[in-house]
């Protein structure tokens, strides 16, 4: 695992496509950042990809098809020093001990099944089958904070805040929460960089660029991003799907009038409700008299 | 008789610290604490958690500590529900726990009893020999597995019950049957047994002989002492029904003890753990006693000495 293109075979050989199938509300992700949170930080990021792609021979198409990529796994792990033969309908890699290799994940059946589907992916498609390791979570926690796992342990991550850097800063300092052992100073100085941008739009692509650095060590193997299905009932109102999960419980109420309630599911996200607009507006207008009142004491001054 | 029942009770309180002591010891044992979590802590912060649980002083203080807090019935604060002290947790679920195996024990024993009175009865009948496979079926099939077929079949399939979670009678049906089918196995062979044996004593002939209907026969003298081994098995089973049962809980998403218990354990919340074994521990205790004080009232023969 310490060989960079062993770790980059790995990740290629996961039909990522196939993956979402198996969990249905997932869509495949080859970036750490996962998508559909920061629309400008994406924006940023295809920027910055394409230039910083282009510039090493490459291009932001031939990225994102990192999905899968059986053939290409197949040909790093031989220059890697472990050819991958063809065996009857398969394949097999004889050179490559799994002996300290394992998946290693905490008992639950979702982590069960796409640990499996892990395994039978590189079982397949370069011959390689990794044991699989599960225990309680009490006890995965600490054995993963100090990179006790051999070869692969199984990671989730929720961001915390609506901003890149809430995923990103799991590989910061050498004390990070990443949970690989991996550590960059490098890394470190683009992300204070970046921090120490006040224009939104630059700093999302120096964030960017210290992704692409980050991802390029391949040091994790990102599989997918997965979608929250949430039910609420139509008189619950002034709560509305958002990429975070985060919900601003002050602004819900309920709704007596069942004229009033919820019905358009498919329009959820776009109507404005005038309750929660009203308070929305009152609190921007303390804010508003707030800065009023600091610019009037100044003039006084 | 008193200084028997004096005797037990006072045996009660060394044999739950030793419970506490074990699980104490167990717990410290197991990897990870209450305070992991994805995030790694810094070194300063967790220190500092440490020295707010007490966590950096010597075990054996920490064993003292412990020990002297539960001896006076106080297990403090969990270390998960933050504010919510361990008493207060386990009262507030001990009704759903109690609710279900309250009405599983009676069911069982009021099912288990009445067959097994009239598998003995009958023996080698047909009743018999269907009784006794369906005692035999209900012994051998766990509740992991009874549990989720009854959901299936009446639940997902005839859409008939609720398949899981708290609320209105149609909500007990399932995880009560659950829980009575083990149970009610084991009462109806341990009645017949009793009973196969006790229908053929001395006494029984000699009431016979007094000319009293078969009905005293069978009731008064008869089931006094084929209903023993049934004691003996209820009581326990009782505390065990009462103080929640992890599997059906579980399966039927029922906020009881057995539920937060399970939680409890996986979030390596001492203080709530302990609280729970100790109350379960004298639980059982308790029952056991109730059941040797009831063997002096149902079986004339045992005497305390």
Redo the contacts between chains.
């Keep these: 695992m310490d060989n960079q293109k062993v770790r980059e075979a790995f990740a290629l050989a996961i039909d990522r496509d196939d993956y979402v199938k198996l969990r249905r509300t997932y869509k495949p992700l080859v970036d750490f950042v996962p998508f559909g949170i920061y629309p400008k930080y994406e924006e940023a990021r295809d920027k910055v990809y394409t230039a910083e792609l282009k510039k090493q021979g490459s291009s932001l198409d031939e990225w994102k098809a990192r999905k899968f990529n059986a053939e290409k796994a197949r040909q790093l792990m031989t220059e890697a020093g472990f050819p991958v033969q063809k065996s009857g309908s398969g394949w097999s890699c004889p050179s490559f001990s799994v002996d300290h290799v394992s998946i290693t994940y905490n008992t639950a059946e979702s982590n069960k099944s796409t640990a499996e589907f892990v395994q039978a992916q590189w079982k397949q498609n370069l011959g390689i089958t990794v044991p699989l390791k599960n225990m309680e979570f009490k006890t995965f926690l600490p054995l993963l904070n100090r990179v006790d796992y051999e070869g692969f342990g199984r990671r989730g991550w929720v961001g915390d805040y609506m901003d890149p850097y809430t995923f990103l800063y799991l590989f910061y300092s050498p004390q990070n929460s990443g949970a690989t052992g991996w550590w960059d100073p490098k890394f470190d100085r683009m992300l204070d960089e970046a921090n120490n941008t006040v224009d939104e739009q630059v700093r999302y692509e120096k964030l960017a660029a210290a992704e692409l650095y980050m991802m390029q060590k391949q040091i994790v193997v990102p599989l997918g991003v997965p979608g929250t299905s949430w039910l609420k009932k139509p008189y619950v109102k002034g709560l509305y799907p958002n990429p975070g999960t985060l919900h601003p419980w002050k602004f819900v109420y309920i709704e007596r009038d069942p004229a009033k309630w919820d019905t358009d599911v498919e329009n959820l996200l776009t109507v404005k409700d005038p309750i929660v607009q009203q308070q929305l507006a009152a609190i921007v207008k303390t804010q508003q008299d707030f800065v009023k009142s600091k610019a009037n004491e100044k003039a006084a001054e | 008789m008193l200084t028997f029942i004096l005797r037990r009770i006072l045996l009660i309180v060394p044999m739950a610290l030793l419970v506490v002591t074990v699980t104490w010891g167990l717990i410290r044992v197991?990897?990870?604490?209450f305070y992991?979590?994805?995030?790694?802590l810094?070194?300063a912060i967790e220190a500092n958690i440490r020295a707010k649980y007490g966590l950096d002083q010597p075990w054996y203080w920490q064993y003292w500590l412990m020990i002297k807090n539960v001896a006076k019935g106080d297990f403090g604060d969990s270390l998960r529900y933050i504010g919510q002290s361990v008493n207060e947790i386990i009262w507030r679920h001990l009704p759903y726990s109690a609710t279900i195996g309250l009405l599983a024990y009676f069911i069982a024993l009021i099912i288990g009893v009445s067959a097994g009175i009239i598998a003995a009865l009958k023996q080698n009948s047909r009743f018999d020999y269907g009784a006794m496979a369906a005692a035999m079926l209900g012994l051998s099939v766990p509740n992991f597995v009874l549990g989720p077929i009854l959901v299936l079949v009446l639940a997902l399939g005839l859409y008939i019950l609720p398949p899981a979670r708290w609320g209105g009678i149609s909500g007990l049906i399932l995880p009560v049957a659950t829980l009575a089918g083990v149970y009610a196995a084991y009462i109806a062979r341990l009645t017949r047994a009793g009973m196969l044996e006790v229908m053929r004593s001395d006494y029984i002939r000699t009431a016979r002989a007094k000319g009293l209907s078969e009905t005293v026969v069978l009731l008064k003298h008869g089931l006094r002492g084929g209903i023993i081994p049934v004691v003996s098995y209820t009581g326990p089973a009782l505390a065990a029904l009462l103080a929640g049962t992890v599997v059906v809980e579980r399966i039927f998403s029922i906020p009881g003890l057995g539920n937060i218990f399970i939680q409890a354990v996986?979030?390596?919340d001492e203080p709530l753990v302990l609280g729970i074994v100790a109350f379960l521990s004298i639980l059982i205790m308790v029952f056991n006693l109730i059941v040797d004080i009831s063997y002096g009232f149902l079986d004339p023969r045992i005497r305390y000495e």
Excluded: W
Excluded at chain 2, 30 to 33: D, E, K, L, S
Excluded at chain 2, 36 to 40: I, L, N, R, V
């Design positions: 197991a990897p990870g604490t992991d979590s994805e995030k790694k810094p070194p996986l979030n390596r």
